[in-house]
């Protein structure tokens, strides 16, 4: 096309504006995820910087620089950026297992490995910033928007197919390409912004499609899953190597494994060591399972465990820490954290044995642990938001004050989140950083939302914390037989000590949760086995080290709280809270109202194209007299009652004279004695207030006479 | 109906997000699929509800050969299209012929006229979409039209012209004067009448004289250039007359044009010479001409009864 070379940035109409303020939404979008990668892993505002240097930069260039040059520039920021991101990786890290972790991350992003699991993932976000957003606005300004609208967009989808992007910033990303492509051809085509009344009709179909068709799939989509994340089960011990936050949420009294245990303790499943603000990730890689594992360097028991799999899991749990697994170990693959995962999943009857050792070291012992921890330690496990509000460390600042060790530290914030905070399955998620909701906001929550918060606020005391998730023991039946149930599952704390290793934590209060759990077994046909409720003093969450003094029978309580959730089928439990929706009853948030406007938009467009926006216009344009000096009610008023004239005979034509129109559509003597108003105002330039007033007069008997009629 | 290269783009990227989303979990994909959808429905719908573009060719001025002239089209088109024409053999589009409208809109372009003859234009190729571009219907609309492409012109300041003019010095009384228009010839401007009149140039007009006309025959053996030839030749002695107020008559293969001055007249004899492809006369036509134009593939000549000229040597001599 001739105009190629044309640079379109020299004239700006308001279709050019709209083309880039979609490229710029798309591109937003796109950057609000790496943005909240770089807050939960990274330097924001070192990105921020990278952003804003790539924007100007290409801004500059687009006036002075070819395509195919920039398309250069772009390419070499992107080798650039991949390069440096590869020398930040650990030392260990070999060229081509790079490669090859590469490789199989890319896979990995369609089945929706979230960003965050990549290893340094801030500095990975910095890294691939520059370019496309370089090509993205360089190509915007160009007026390339097609081009542009691809380059964002193949960006934003990386981000859907990983999960990072909600439902709502994917929304916001649609739209924001349907703009750019539907106004970028109306500035192509030098078209007036009447032809984009279908442009915005269609965008708005779009925004209500999702939103109503949208959400109602989101089960849908979910039972082509392993397990809907809505039981504690479900959301905690799901093979995904990411939790999210939930809401109201139940418990499945599915049995999932018998335990032979030498001792009761919590079966660890997984850790996870990267907060997000709303979920955790679990980053690093596992490797296969290659004879004995090291045990923790304090001192230790040892705990032998025999798990018989109940029903279908894709989890391998065990007493922390395994070091050995003597039976059913083919397949098995160890995560960086310490984790057995049985890569695969077992069906029911299969079984596995593992060797434990639990570190049993003696308070004092951890009192004087101290806070030399390891290089590798520190960078993984103080992580935290860099949004995260200020008032969680300050808090916790007052709260352990009076503390003058990590242990002591960790002993009160977990009793200070059990005697401070209730336990309940029924609540809202909460938007923005779950540790500060729960701790300033939410009154109530589950052991996941207690677990955060504890490992939030060690992290800002520089404690190393993680959070670990799994079953507490279960059920005793026998000798040393527990029946672990889905209602078992738990999430806890486990929190550093220097030559001592990862000791156990539990933040959340016990006997509420056993009570819950007793509560949902006596519910009529949920029992699938012999239940011995007398005998459940196994299911103890003492943390070795620690004395949490909570009874450890939970027959005594069970039965007194009330059942909070009213679902009485596991397969039916709670609607799982619609993705992206943040928001709890009150005001609406800026993204709602910014699509209720382009609802609204759409609406009016829609209208518009069928005339109706100009039928009411006119109505209310003749219910509304015609003000200013007496010529201009005069005139005014003559031209609502002939367009009443002409709305029941014909119009006026052009050079026709407002005589012999009248004389031509019969008028009525008020309609013409209106006319020779106008005329005289219009023509003579006489028109005195009793003229104005008379005609206003002759005016209403003509609206009034059109609806008698 | 057919998907355009970004309606392939996005159907793929449906379905693909689709299949991902079914294998490995919904995630964000709702937004990108029924999104996406919708905009694949809205837009199929949109094109196949629209009628066909209606184009209007406004009819091109017709011109020499080497000079250009404008084509216009106008569009009114219920959605987006993109008009593509086409120019016919001996015509060359100076711009690309091409334009792309949001609704009602207009394809104008100018081309050059290169070879004599009735040339056309068209069919245009319109090409309509929906308002994202995402389906796209091609359709060639009939309406075509013509533009004439006169022969090229040469003056011809010679002997010829004067010899035959200063025989007849009394053609025809004077009759009047008037002011000047822009078209007269300047032969007739009446410069002495000029000189007193405060209007500027005026011009003298002379009672119509039976006796004064020019009968002019052209006849060409050859085939087509010979035919290109003598109309040139042709064209530019009957212009020489006709601005000199002097009727012309013609006589060729093609057809007979009594004689005539005027705009009326100008044109038919330049459009009868645009499509002239030559041929003979007969003799007795050849006979009674004032003027004898007889063309070859390699030269031509022109007889005005008692001498014969090279149609070079009357244009040499003008350029000279």
Redesign the interface.
Known sequence: ??TGDRLPFLTVGPDRVLSIAGIAVLLGTALSVLLHVADVAGDPQALLLVILGALVASTLLARYVSAPVAALVAGGLIVVGANWYFLTLPEGIGVLSRVDVLLRDSLAL???LSVLQITNAGAWALAITPGPVFLTWYLAIRGRY?LST?VAGSLL?VF??T?D???????F???GA?TA??FG??A??D??L??AD??V??LA???A??LT???I??G???T??FTGPSTVEASLTSTDDQIEMQGAISLSPAVRFTVVSDAPDNWVVKTYDRYTGDGWIRTGGTRAYGGSLSPPAGRTRTIEQSFRVESPVGTMPAAWRPTEVSRGAAGTVVTEQGTLDPRGSFDAGDSYAVTSENLISSDQALRTAGRDYPARIRERYLQLPASTPRRVAERTDRLTSTTDTPFDTATVIERWLRNNKQYSLDVDRPSGNTADAFLFEMGAGYCTYYATTMVVMLRTQGIPARLAVGYTSGELVDDNRYVVRGLNSHAWVQVYFPDEGWVRFDPTPPDPRRAEEQSRLREPGEVDATPDVAGTNGTTTGTPGTVTGAGSNGTSVAGSPPAPTPTTNASDPFDTPA??DGGGPGLPSPDRVALGLLLLAGGVAGLRRVGVTTRVYRELWIRRPPDGPPSHQVTGAYERAEYLQAARTRDRRTGETVRQYLDAVDADDRLRRLGELYERARYAGRASRSDAAEAIDLLGQQVGGRFRG | MKPTR?GH?LIV?VLA?GL?????????????I??????LV??AV?LARAGEPELERRAPEPGHEGDSTTVEIDIESPV?CRVVDRVGEGLTAL??PVV????D?QLAYTVALERRGERRLGRATVVTTD???LFAREDVHPVETTVDVYPAVFGITGTLGTEQLGERPERGAFDRVREYQPGDPLRNVHWTSSAKSPDGLVVAEYTADQDDLVRLAAVSTGGTAAADRMATATASVALMFLDAGVPVALAISDGILPAQTGREHRRELLRLLTRTTGGELPAQTKRSADVLVQATERSVEIHDGRRSHTFQDLTVEASG
């Open positions: 096309m001739s369609l089945s929706g097609v691809v989808t859907v197919l999960g992007a909600e439902t709502m910033t994917a929304l990303g649609v739209v349907g492509v539907g051809d109306l192509r085509r078209g007036s009447g032809e279908i442009v009709v269609v179909a779009m925004v499609a999702t068709v949208g959400v799939p989101a849908a989509g979910h082509f899953e993705a992206g | 970004r783009a990227l997000g991902v989303g079914f294998a490995f979990g919904a995630r964000a994909l709702n937004a990108v029924v999104s996406g959808g919708v905009g809205a837009g949109q987006p711009e690309e792309e409208t949001s609704g809109g308002s994202f571009g």
